[in-house]
């Protein structure tokens, strides 16, 4: 199979018919082999149903329900599971994804040899409470990332199959994709231009919050990505520092003390001395940050759980 189309959705009933229409002809015009997985993100409308009717008239169509919302990471994260193509490309349910842009994506990665092109909407049709705080955010994790795209939050993504299988999601982990990529390995990352359009149905599912949540999770990833295997690394080492400068500070100012007294020269008891207090502190943090590094490595094999979603119906 030459293509997989993810496509998590929320509450998209109205946009699905129009979506696998559009779809099904630029697929058949280019002659491709492919499938459509489709992940209803717990939505509280109609959008399972209008999928079960969808698949009498599309072979091509598989589709997972999940009990509740837990996000669009995690739609993702099923539906990468699902894919069989040898290119997987992922997009929006709300038609402002345009799947015309699938051919040039698809050719992208098996010609030119990316490991994933990531969709640039360089004219959006946001208001500016959104792309301002976009723009920031792109900016953000350009600078922390080193992964040099215009617009980490396109959905409209390619994908070689290997690229999706290696990557983990959760929280709002989808926009670092691309970053995930690259410490994985998959360095060939391109973009693309491609063509935003306006919103047709309903309204966004997204709030100015995303922008927080997405800029924390920014920060969670680097710290795993870098120290996510090896914790004693990073805490032991600021451990081992902070115990030693502890004992140092406490060990000149006895020896202080005894050089004062063996001189005859005034002095004050140690336990006088606010700086003790301050290296014992830091000899005790000292203790504990080196122990926090020891159970960190015990922890690394740790479980899948954050990437056990509860699936409530499936269509294959």
């Known amino acids: 199979m030459q293509i997989s189309i993810v496509v998590p959705l929320y509450n998209e009933a109205e946009s699905l018919p129009e979506l696998c229409s559009w779809i099904d002809t630029v697929m058949k015009t280019n002659s491709f082999s492919y499938e459509m997985i489709f ?37 993702l994260h099923e539906g990468f599971q699902k894919a069989e193509g040898d290119v997987v490309i992922t997009m929006d349910a709300d038609l402002q994804d345009s799947p015309d842009e699938i051919p040039e994506l698809y050719r992208m990665i098996t010609e030119d040899n990316y490991d994933l092109v990531s969709g640039w909407k360089q004219k959006r049709f946001d208001p500016i409470s959104k792309t301002i705080p976009t723009k920031l955010y792109n900016a953000a994790t350009r600078a922390l990332s080193g992964v040099y795209l215009h617009d980490f939050n396109c959905g409209l993504k390619a994908y070689k199959k290997e690229v999706v299988k290696t990557i983990r999601l959760y929280g709002e982990m989808h926009r670092y994709i691309p970053v995930q990529a ?54 032991g080492g600021l451990g081992i520092l902070s115990f030693f400068s502890g004992t140092i500070i406490t060990l000149w100012l006895i020896g202080e003390k005894l050089y004062n007294i063996a001189n005859q020269l005034k002095y004050r008891n140690v336990t006088d001395n606010p700086l003790f207090y301050l290296a014992l502190v830091a000899i005790i943090l000292g203790v504990q ?28």
């Open 289 to 316: 940050l080196f122990l926090a590094g020891f159970l960190g490595e015990l922890m690394v094999t740790n479980s899948d759980k954050t990437t056990q979603y509860q699936i409530k119906e499936e269509i294959a």
């Open 182 to 235: 690259k410490w994985n390995g998959f360095s060939k990352i391109g973009e693309k231009v491609v063509q935003h359009q306006s919103r047709k149905y309903g309204v966004t599912k997204f709030g100015l919050e995303r922008f927080l949540y997405g800029f924390l999770d920014l920060l969670s990833i680097t710290f795993v990505q870098t120290f996510g295997k090896r914790p004693m690394h990073l805490f």
């Open 39 to 75: 992940v209803n993100d717990g939505s509280k409308d109609n959008s399972w149903e209008v999928l079960q009717e969808l698949k009498n008239k599309y072979s091509f169509i598989k589709a997972i329900s999940f009990a509740r919302n837990y996000g669009k990471s995690a739609a």
